[in-house]
C-alpha cells in the first residue's frame, strides 16, 4: 500500500513538474522554479517508497555478513602475551614475594610452550627488564618506597639474573630509599661527597649536594609614583587657587631575580648555596617548601624573602629539605 501512495504521489508531481517547465500559455509565475520544487517533492516520494528500503536491505546484508566473519573467526591462533598482563604479575611482587612472582611470569603461555628451561629463563628475564621502570613507578606511586618492596623488587632482579640494573632505575630506587630514612629519622652515611666550602658546626650532619643548581632570590622593587603640584588659576587680584595638587606615593613590586648557578647542601640545620656568592639559611625559619616544575620555592619566617632553586631533581629536594631536621 505505501509503495502504491509513494508512486502516485511520485507520478503526479512528475507530471505537475513537466507541465509547468513546459508551459506556454505563461500562466504560472516563475515555471522553472515550480517544476523544480515538483520534481524534488516526486524524487522524495520516490525515495521513501522504494530506494530507502533497498538501501536498509543492503546495509543489513553487509551487517550480516560482518557478523559471520566474527563468528568464524579461527580460535587456533596461538594468543601472545598482553603486555597489561606482564605489568600486573610483576607489579605482584610489591605486595607478596618475589619468588610467586618468579613462577607466575614463568606460567605466561609463550613462556610455558617453550622447549628448554635455558629458553624460559631468558624469556623471564627480558620481560623483568623491559617492565623495570613500570615496576619502579608503581612502587612510587604513593611517595614512598617501603623496606619490603625495596627487597622484593631486587629479589626479583636477581632471580632473574639481571646484572646491570639501568642507572635511572638504580637512582631512582636509592633516592626513594633514602627519603624513607630520612622520614623514619634512621641516619645512614650520604653516597655523595660533602663541598670542600662548607664547614659544619657542632651536631650538623651533612645530608646531600646537588650541582647545576640556579639560585634566584624574590625582591622587592620600589618606585615612587604620581605628585602633582597642580593647575595655579588666578580668581582674583593677588589670589591663585591650585586645582590637581596631590602628592606621590611608593609601589612595592616583587620580582624574581637570579642570582647565579652553582651548588647547593644540605645538612641538617641550614641550606649552603655557594654560586660565586655564599650564603647559608636556617631550616628552622622555614615556613613553607614547594616542588616547582623545575625547581623548590622555599619562603621563610620573618623578613627573609622566599628563594627559588631550580634543578632537574625538583621531587628529591624538596623532599630532603623538609624531611632534614628527622637526621
Same mark, same amino acid.
Given at each position: ?79 601472545? &602475551? ?74 626479583? &632482579? ?170
Amino acid at each position: 500500500m505505501k509503495k502504491i501512495i509513494c508512486g502516485f504521489f511520485s507520478l503526479l508531481f512528475i507530471f505537475v513538474g513537466c507541465t509547468a517547465f513546459l508551459d506556454s500559455s505563461k500562466k504560472i509565475e516563475n515555471p522553472i522554479w515550480t517544476a523544480a520544487l515538483a520534481f524534488i517533492i516526486a524524487f522524495i516520494f520516490l525515495y521513501f517508497g522504494f530506494l530507502r528500503k533497498k538501501k536498509e536491505k543492503a546495509i543489513a546484508s553487509h551487517q550480516d555478513i560482518i557478523i559471520e566473519q566474527k563468528t568464524n573467526k579461527p580460535t587456533n591462533i596461538q594468543s601472545t &602475551i598482553n603486555p597489561d598482563d606482564e605489568k600486573s604479575i610483576i607489579c605482584s611482587v610489591l605486595t607478596s614475594d618475589a619468588d610467586s612472582a618468579y613462577q607466575q611470569i614463568s606460567e605466561l603461555k609463550t613462556i610455558s610452550c617453550l622447549a628448554t628451561q635455558e629458553e624460559k629463563e631468558t624469556k623471564v628475564k627480558d620481560i623483568v627488564q623491559k617492565n623495570l621502570s613500570f615496576l619502579v613507578d608503581k612502587a612510587l606511586e604513593d611517595g614512598v618506597l617501603t623496606t619490603e618492596e625495596e627487597d622484593n623488587i631486587y629479589s626479583l &632482579i636477581n632471580k632473574a639474573g639481571i646484572k646491570e640494573i639501568p642507572d635511572s632505575e638504580k637512582n631512582r630506587l636509592m633516592k626513594a630509599s633514602f627519603i624513607r630514612d630520612l622520614l623514619n629519622g634512621t641516619p645512614r652515611q650520604s653516597p655523595c661527597s660533602q663541598p670542600s666550602t662548607i664547614a659544619l658546626n657542632k651536631n650538623e650532619k651533612f645530608i646531600w649536594a646537588w650541582e647545576n643548581v640556579t639560585f634566584s632570590e624574590v625582591q622587592t622593587f620600589k618606585n615612587f609614583v604620581g605628585g602633582s603640584r597642580g593647575i595655579g588659576v588666578r580668581v582674583a587680584k593677588g589670589l591663585y587657587f591650585r586645582f590637581g595638587n596631590y602628592r606621590g606615593h611608593t609601589e612595592s613590586t616583587d620580582k624574581v631575580v637570579k642570582q647565579g648557578t652553582g651548588i647547593v647542601a644540605l645538612t641538617n640545620k641550614n641550606i649552603y648555596i655557594n654560586v660565586g656568592i655564599a650564603r647559608k639559611f636556617s631550616l628552622e625559619k622555614t615556613i613553607d617548601i614547594k616542588p616547582c616544575e623545575d625547581g623548590v620555592f622555599i619562603q621563610f619566617d620573618g623578613r627573609q624573602k622566599p628563594i627559588i632553586l631550580q634543578t632537574s631533581d625538583a621531587w628529591f629536594m624538596a623532599n630532603c629539605i623538609l624531611n632534614a631536621q628527622n637526621w
